[in-house]
């Protein structure tokens, strides 16, 4: 029996239709390309250094890359960091010429050598470099090769640049299929708002729905396309890092909507709930400390829970830990005595512990004066001597300094009261 084979053709994405071939039809990024801006002007004058695009996906670096090449006077070379052996690197670097464009999509996901590899042609001029990347260059690309590039950030689009990519998307369709297109401006809103920024995502969704609306996008077809955001989260790139900051400087700041607003975006991005609760576990003490101290108990109840049940019910109780500490009086001194300790512990002599506070289970211990001295607390009216602990060298030492926050007020007149209490008894 003979198969019959499908005839094949090509498809170009309404994203690549819409793809300018000039500055002036990019949208978004002004703090580059938009009046007066430096990347603007060092393309019309075709001296571009080295360079970095960094942003997250759908915001135009290939885009701008692609201008860049239809606009300067350089031979373009585009290489993907997908597939790339450190031959073939040098083998396409053996054939440049003078004023040669390299550039390369997801640099990241080079590794150190084959970075490494486009050192020398950089560093003396063979080749420009424009790289594109979704991850912090700081971690991801080498030291050396950041340092001879200009970094240029680029941001997620604003929702009215995303409409007007959505507007012209739906003139090219109506003209290439000869057809009219009835389309709300909220429902433009909306797929601008459901993509988070992304060109991409929002042009190949609107492809979608051109492609299945019968000439009339209604309410019922766009949620249909739609379903629901998915929120941009990477648990273990760049925007970890950026969310769970968010959460724990919300809760410092006594903001309580933030942070339950960065509480829900992390876990609706799916980040591990356990990896929040041992977060704010630890905020608890180095920011609450005994100003409240059943901060830490609630964090650490939390966890628990956390641990038990699971995600997506350990979220209310996740919610209740995060609002307790965002409510909660702040103090950073049990924070601000442990690193004082800590410092003098590394960079003072360590002296041996006190005699007077040794232990002396034997009685070569005792013949060499362990525990002589010892003053025992509870013998005492108010449970308070003037032994001394510290090492010679740090007596006056003050590391744990009570706030007046909270709890912390009290702690700090007991404290008071506990050291007028060694002077006058002892």
């Known amino acids: 029996m003979q198969l019959k084979t499908k005839k094949m053709y090509k498809y170009t994405p309404l994203a690549n239709k819409l793809r300018p071939s000039a500055l002036e039809g990019f949208v978004g990024q002004k703090h580059l390309v938009g009046e007066n801006a430096v990347l603007k002007k060092l393309i019309a004058q075709d001296n ?76 003396d001029g063979t080749i420009t470099l424009i790289g594109a990347t979704t991850e912090n260059p700081s971690f991801e690309v080498n030291s050396a090769l950041l340092s001879r590039c200009k970094v240029f950030l680029m941001y997620a689009l604003k929702n009215e640049d995303i409409a007007e990519l959505l507007c012209n998307a739906v003139d090219v369709f109506e003209k290439e299929n000869d057809c009219k297109i009835e389309i709300e401006q909220n429902h433009i809103n909306s797929i601008a708002n459901f ?44 925007e970890h890092y950026n969310l769970i900051s968010a959460l724990h400087k919300s809760m410092r700041n006594s903001d309580v909507q933030a942070s339950v607003y960065w509480l829900t975006r992390m876990l609706d991005g799916g980040e591990d709930p356990l990896y929040i609760a041992r977060r704010v576990v630890r905020f608890a003490s180095e920011d609450i400390g005994l100003a409240e101290p059943n901060a830490l108990t609630q964090s650490v109840a939390a966890y628990q829970a956390c ?120």
Request: aromatic content about 8%; overall charge neutral.
């Open 195 to 238: 993509c988070n920024g992304d060109a991409r995502t929002a042009l190949n969704t609107i492809e979608i729905i051109l492609n299945s609306c019968d000439g009339i996008v209604d309410d019922k077809l766009l949620e249909q396309c739609l379903g629901r955001r998915i929120n941009l989260y990477d648990k273990t790139g760049e």
């Open 307 to 426: 641990h038990f049940i699971g995600m997506p019910e350990c979220g209310v109780h996740l919610t209740q830990a995060v609002v307790y500490c965002a409510l909660a009086p702040k103090s950073n001194a049990l924070y601000v005595a442990y690193n004082n300790a800590l410092a003098d512990s590394k960079n003072t002599f360590a002296e041996p512990v006190p005699l007077q506070i040794r232990n002396a289970p034997t009685k070569l211990m005792k013949d060499l004066d362990y525990g002589k001295g010892y003053k025992y607390a509870h013998d005492f009216e108010n449970a308070v001597t003037d032994l001394q602990c510290l090492p010679d060298s740090l007596i006056g030492n003050v590391y744990y300094k009570p706030s007046n926050q909270g709890r912390e007020v009290k702690l700090g007149q007991w404290l008071d009261s506990i050291d007028k209490k060694r002077k006058i008894d002892n």
């Open 48 to 123: 571009l250094p080295s360079m970095l695009f960094w942003g997250p996906p759908g915001v135009g670096k290939t885009t701008l890359a692609k201008i860049i090449a239809n606009t300067t006077n350089s031979d373009f070379i585009t290489f993907s960091a997908t597939g790339g052996s450190i031959k073939t690197i040098r083998e396409i670097m053996s054939t440049v010429q003078d004023k040669t464009i390299i550039f390369i999509d997801e640099i990241h996901r080079f590794n150190k050598a084959q970075q490494d590899a486009f050192l020398p042609y950089v560093e």
